[in-house]
């Protein structure tokens, strides 16, 4: 059983920057697919960033390029999201999740992940 823990949120003015941490445990040796997800009030779950365990091309969404950054530290076992010139309109509950697979990290099937973490809240004010 895979167990995703999210930590390094927290309150940050605009053009602040955060680094997120997904710590995870589980993980059978098989290549997973993992990515980063944000909910704010009132609004469905949308793909941030995915990437596949190992390595290989990450993927963004339109709204956080340039910006965001994913990272994994397998040695570790942790999945990093480096947030920079953050905005009002970036503040939500992130999660990260994952699913095992060998096909290319979806970031936009958010169904498509089988575990997910309990988030941790990212506050930026203007």
């Known amino acids: 059983q895979v167990q995703l823990v999210e930590s390094g949120g927290g309150s940050v003015q605009a053009g602040g920057s955060l680094r997120l941490s997904c710590a995870v445990s589980?993980?059978?040796?098989?290549?997973?697919?993992m990515g980063w997800f944000r909910e704010a009030p009132g609004e469905e779950r949308e793909g941030v960033a995915s990437?596949?365990?190992?390595?290989?091309?990450?993927y963004y969404a339109a709204s956080v390029k340039g910006r965001f950054s994913i990272s994994q530290d397998n040695a570790k076992n942790t999945l990093f999201l480096q947030m920079n010139s953050l905005k009002p309109e970036d503040s939500a509950m992130y999660y990260c999740?994952?699913?095992?697979?060998?096909?290319?990290?979806?970031?936009?099937?958010?169904?498509?992940?089988?575990?997910w973490g309990q988030g941790t809240q990212v506050t930026v004010s203007s």
């Open positions: 999740a994952a699913r095992p697979s060998l096909a290319p990290c979806p970031l936009y099937e958010i169904g498509w992940y089988n575990y």
């Open positions: 990437i596949a365990t190992g390595g290989g091309s990450p």
């Open positions: 589980g993980y059978t040796g098989r290549r997973y697919c």
